[in-house]
């Protein structure tokens, strides 16, 4: 368990600090409405992902200098395939916003969330899927004045 911490840990600090100084700089504009810059929350989330996978990698490399006794890996093959294809999910969902817009792609992907993790009742997923994109794009359009995809 300790490696895969370590190894875990690892992978996210690199991924934050890739974030920070990157991809989130590259994809930013700057902004004309708000005292913020529009790069304050995704870098603020951002140094708290690093911070807390520095926390864990550190944590593990201790307890691997230490000595202490490995615990065996608490994750399944099945686990790992469902987390493989719920990331799949996700990914496919943010396509078809990009495609085709908040109010088509929001309710579809929640819908086959909904149906990847066994709910069949049509009702059920019917309401789930329509009603909180409809208020989040009512509250953007109305409210808030921003437009989304």
Do not use: H
């Not at 201790?62 to 890996?73: I, N």
């Not at 396509?95 to 909904?114: Q, S």
Request: proline share 7%; glycine share 8%; net charge neutral.
């Amino acid at each position: 368990m300790e490696r895969a911490d370590l190894a875990g840990g690892v992978l996210l600090a690199l991924f934050g600090i890739l974030l920070i100084f990157v991809v989130i700089p590259l994809d930013t504009e700057d902004g004309v409405y708000f005292g913020l810059p529009p790069e304050f929350f995704p870098v603020f989330l951002s140094v708290g992902l690093t911070a807390f996978a520095g926390a864990l990698a550190t944590k593990a490399w201790l307890r691997l200098r230490a000595g202490v006794a490995l615990q065996p890996m608490p994750m399944r093959l099945r686990n790992l395939v469902m987390f493989v294809l719920s990331a799949a999910l996700v990914i496919a969902g943010a396509l078809v916003i990009d495609y085709f817009g908040m109010l088509a792609g929001g309710p579809l992907l929640i819908a086959a969330f909904m149906l990847f993790l066994g709910e069949r009742n049509a009702v059920r997923i019917l309401a789930t899927a329509t009603l909180p994109v409809a208020v989040v794009y009512l509250l953007a359009t109305y409210v808030l004045r921003a437009p989304l995809p």
